[in-house]
Nanobody, 119 residues
Framework: QVQLVESGGGLVQAGGSLRLSCAAS????????MGWYRQVPGKQRDVVAT???????NYSNSVKGRFTISRDSAKNTVYLQMNSLKPEDTAVYYC?????????????WGQGTQVTVSS
């Protein structure tokens, strides 16, 4: 059983900041990759940013320079610092972890947290 606890979403004005966090626990074995995705109604879920457990980040072009992903390996937690938010950043943000346990490689999604940016 894997648990992901997300927090930090909310409503913010354009230009503001929010910080998302996602803590993983349970049968996660060895974490390989943690990341954030987002989805708006009627569209596919898109990657926002990912980070390896060695700390190597990767960003979508739409958030590069505004968002920063980081992780705390000791706490199995990933963060997404979102600055200079725009209305088009409005979406449900989902945490995703990829891990290797006794059953092999697998992944798990968080429940999602709403981020709303008003203009």
């Amino acid at each position: 059983q894997v648990q992901l606890v997300e927090s930090g979403g909310g409503l913010v004005q354009a230009g503001g900041s929010l910080r998302l966090s996602c803590a993983a626990s349970g049968s996660i074995g060895r974490l390989v990759l943690m990341g954030w995705y987002r989805q708006v109604p009627g569209k596919q879920r898109d990657v926002v940013a990912t980070i390896t457990m060695e700390g190597i980040p990767n960003y979508s072009n739409s958030v590069k320079g505004r968002f920063t992903i980081s992780r705390d390996s000791a706490k199995n937690t990933v963060y997404l610092q979102m600055n200079s938010l725009k209305p088009e950043d409005t979406a449900v943000y989902y945490c995703n972890v990829k891990y290797i346990n006794s059953r092999g490689m697998d992944m798990y999604w968080g429940q999602g947290t709403q981020v709303t940016v008003s203009s």
